[in-house]
């Protein structure tokens, strides 16, 4: 809840420090006297929208800073999480808006954007008021109030993810037949191709090894003629019986050399053996360019087939197998579509199914929510005099949604026989407050914790009325904390914390001032507020009355 709420150069207000209670926390004053500024200040550093021109006119810039107290398991925390700011038992607001209009935000010392303000403030703070379109008013809101009320979220978080499966289940079908669409519009190209590939059969490197033979074939009359001169050159004839004769001159003068030719011979004889192999490796590679006139035409016709197929469909003559492979998929997936389609179908019933039976669920959960919700308020209206009037939770059907198939309405008829519509066009402003006053009591009977501002509400009413607004305001309040602006001595004397607001003038400077009120200072305020300007001895008396009678409650 708000703890503090600090203020610098907003508007007519120069200085303003408060502290708030858990309770009933009331703010009075003449009309024009602020309380308006603080109501907007409180929304500046919320993130709320709200007027531009909210810095003190001949200061640089307007400062507000907000000090709440988070319970453990408080919403605030997961939103502080997902933002990656830091959390703890206390988080501290603050906002500046410079005199050019530009407006910066902190929270827990980290800047932040106004986004992430308002999805704290969501959780922090509600404002009811007879202009309430952030709340009760606003009839998107009204389903999830009413699941709140009920206790349906676990249920509504069932339909969502049930919703959320049915679409995946959808998605998964749309895209399945686009795909099978799309293989259909290719199949005799996908067919063609997979008989072509299979037909030339390429095998990984095989474009490397026919460029190499046709290479040599295309050289190997050139070759032959120099390998037969190597060949006659490494023989008998050469080479090798030269060496041999060598060979024999040595030996028979090793027995005279007294070892001095042993080396030479042994080189000899690792020598013979080298150049018998060159002459072997020789001999291969001549036999090898032996071939009959058609095998060039027949490895120039395989590489230019591989080479054309693989221009053909964008690929390295490499990867034909690879892709062969894959156009074989896509045709098995073709083949298979039609299994696939039917497969996905069922699994769309089964999740649509189960979609529709959980929502049926919910919408059965939300009518019985929505008698018991209606009964309290009846029970509720009496004695804020509006027994005449009437109040119902429309439930309609809608488009189907994570939130389920129904569309929920709060309508109001003032009086018997009176066509029933929503809130804001039904009631008028006195009627209105109550009627807010009412719903909020109804909705969030057992919930604590809750902070709220109830700008006002209490407009149009007076006597009887504004007492019974007065003592549910302070129903309302206990285990949780009420900002209320009012000009009721009914509700005011209600309060459990009071403050004065007023303006003051100095040195030609007019500045809004907010007092806390000692016991003695709120028979004054309560007085005014009964009697006007002049504050007479009956009205202090009477003043006295009320307040008597928020100790007697």
């Given at each position: 809840?708000?703890?503090?709420?600090?203020?610098?150069?907003?508007?007519?207000?120069?200085?303003?420090?408060?502290?708030?209670?858990?309770?009933?926390?009331?703010?009075?004053?003449?009309?024009?006297?602020?309380?308006?500024?603080?109501?907007?200040?409180?929304?500046?550093?919320?993130?709320?929208?709200?007027?531009?021109?909210?810095?003190?006119?001949?200061?640089?810039?307007?400062?507000?800073?907000?000090?709440?107290?988070?319970?453990?398991?408080?919403?605030?925390?997961?939103?502080?999480?997902?933002?990656?700011?830091?959390?703890?038992?206390?988080?501290?607001?603050?906002?500046?808006?410079?005199?050019?209009?530009?407006?910066?935000a902190?929270?827990?010392d980290?800047?932040?954007?106004?986004?992430?303000?308002?999805?704290?403030?969501?959780?922090?703070?509600?404002?009811?008021?007879?202009?309430?379109?952030?709340?009760?008013?606003?009839?998107?809101?009204?389903?999830?109030?009413?699941?709140?009320?009920?206790?349906?979220e676990?249920?509504?978080?069932?339909?969502?993810?049930?919703?959320?499966?049915?679409?995946?289940?959808?998605?998964?079908?749309?895209?399945?037949?686009?795909?099978?669409?799309?293989?259909?519009?290719?199949?005799?190209?996908?067919?063609?191709?997979?008989?072509?590939?299979?037909?030339?059969d390429?095998?990984p490197?095989?474009?490397?090894?026919?460029?190499?033979?046709?290479?040599?074939?295309?050289?190997?009359?050139?070759?032959?003629?120099?390998?037969?001169?190597?060949?006659?050159?490494?023989?008998l004839?050469?080479?090798?019986?030269?060496?041999?004769?060598?060979?024999?001159?040595?030996?028979?003068?090793?027995?005279?050399?007294?070892?001095?030719?042993?080396?030479?011979?042994?080189?000899?004889?690792?020598?013979?053996?080298?150049?018998?192999?060159?002459?072997?490796?020789?001999?291969?590679?001549?036999?090898?360019?032996?071939?009959?006139?058609?095998?060039?035409?027949?490895?120039?016709?395989?590489?230019?087939?591989?080479?054309?197929?693989?221009?053909?469909?964008?690929?390295?003559?490499?990867?034909?197998?690879?892709?062969?492979?894959?156009?074989?998929?896509?045709?098995?997936?073709?083949?298979?579509?039609?299994?696939?389609?039917?497969?996905?179908?069922?699994?769309?019933?089964?999740?649509?199914?189960?979609?529709?039976?959980?929502?049926?669920?919910?919408?059965?959960?939300?009518?019985?929510?929505?008698?018991?919700?209606?009964?309290?308020?009846?029970?509720?209206?009496?004695?804020?005099?509006?027994?005449?009037?009437?109040?119902?939770?429309?439930?309609?059907?809608?488009?189907?949604?994570?939130?389920?198939?129904?569309?929920?309405?709060?309508?109001?008829?003032?009086?018997?026989?009176a066509?029933?519509?929503?809130?804001?066009?039904?009631?008028?402003g006195?009627?209105?407050?109550?009627?807010?006053?009412?719903?909020?009591?109804?909705?969030?009977?057992?919930?604590?914790?809750?902070?709220?501002?109830?700008?006002?509400?209490?407009?149009?009413?007076g006597?009887?009325?504004?007492?019974?607004?007065?003592?549910?305001?302070?129903?309302?309040?206990?285990?949780?904390?009420?900002?209320?602006?009012?000009?009721?001595?009914?509700?005011?004397?209600?309060?459990?914390?009071?403050?004065?607001?007023?303006?003051?003038?100095?040195?030609?400077?007019?500045?809004?001032?907010?007092?806390?009120?000692?016991?003695?200072?709120?028979?004054?305020?309560?007085a005014?507020?009964?009697?006007?300007?002049?504050?007479?001895d009956?009205?202090?008396?009477?003043?006295?009355?009320?307040?008597?009678?928020?100790?007697?409650?």
């Open positions: 809840m708000l703890r503090s709420l600090d203020i610098r150069d907003m508007l007519i207000i120069d200085r303003l420090d408060l502290a708030f209670q858990p309770g009933l926390n009331v703010l009075t004053g003449e009309t024009g006297a602020g309380k308006s500024i603080l109501l907007d200040s409180l929304g500046f550093v919320l993130g709320w929208r709200g007027r531009a021109d909210l810095v003190r006119t001949g200061a640089d810039q307007g400062e507000v800073v907000a000090v709440f107290d988070l319970a453990e398991g408080h919403p605030a925390h997961n939103v502080l999480a997902e933002a990656g700011l830091p959390g703890g038992e206390e988080l501290i607001l603050r906002r500046v808006n410079t005199a050019q209009g530009r407006k910066t902190w929270v827990n980290r800047r932040v954007s106004g986004e992430v303000l308002r999805a704290l403030s969501d959780t922090l703070v509600e404002l009811h008021g007879q202009q309430d379109d952030r709340g009760l008013l606003d009839p998107r809101q009204h389903r999830a109030m009413l699941d709140a009320f009920g206790g349906l676990d249920q509504r978080g069932e339909v969502a993810a049930l919703w959320k499966a049915r679409r995946a289940a959808e998605a998964a079908l749309a895209q399945a037949e686009a795909a099978l669409a799309e293989m259909k519009a290719e199949e005799e190209f996908l067919r063609h191709s997979v008989a072509e590939l299979d037909q030339l390429p095998q490197g095989e474009d490397e090894a026919l460029d190499v033979k046709r290479r040599l074939m295309q050289g190997a009359e050139k070759m032959r003629a120099d390998l037969a001169k190597a060949i006659a050159a490494l023989g004839e050469g080479a090798e019986g030269a060496m041999g004769d060598a060979a024999r001159w040595l030996d028979g003068l090793a027995g005279q050399a007294e070892g001095g030719l042993d080396e030479p011979l042994a080189a000899l004889e690792r020598a013979q053996v080298e150049l018998g192999e060159a002459q072997a490796g020789v001999e291969r590679f001549a036999e090898a360019l032996s071939f009959n006139p058609g095998e060039l035409e027949e490895t120039e016709e395989r590489l230019f087939a591989l080479r054309a197929l693989a221009r053909k469909h964008g690929v390295q003559p490499d990867d034909l197998g690879a892709f062969a492979g894959t156009l074989r998929e896509r045709l098995a997936a073709l083949d298979g579509g039609a299994d696939q389609i039917g497969a996905l179908c069922g699994a769309l019933d089964a999740a649509e199914a189960d979609f529709t039976k959980a929502a049926a669920g919910l919408t059965k959960a939300r009518r019985a929510a929505a008698r018991k919700l209606d009964n309290a308020m009846k029970g509720e209206l009496s004695p804020l005099k509006l027994d005449r009037a009437t109040f119902s939770t429309e439930i309609t059907d809608t488009q189907p949604g994570p939130d389920g198939a129904d569309q929920v309405a709060f309508v109001v008829a003032t009086n018997p026989g066509p029933a519509g929503p809130l804001n066009k039904i009631a008028s006195g009627e209105l407050s109550r009627f807010l006053l009412a719903l909020k009591v109804c909705l969030t009977r057992g919930v604590e914790g809750l902070t709220m501002i109830f700008d006002e509400i209490d407009r149009g009413v006597g009887a009325t504004a007492d019974a607004v007065g003592r549910r305001l302070a129903g309302l309040a206990e285990g949780g904390q009420i900002l209320v602006v009012t000009h009721s001595p009914q509700v005011a004397a209600r309060g459990a914390h009071h403050w004065r607001v007023a303006k003051s003038a100095r040195d030609g400077m007019t500045t809004s001032e907010v007092v806390p009120l000692q016991p003695e200072d709120r028979v004054e305020e309560v005014r507020m009964l009697s006007g300007d002049k504050i007479t009956a009205a202090k008396e009477a003043a006295r009355v009320l307040l008597s009678g928020e100790t007697a409650a």
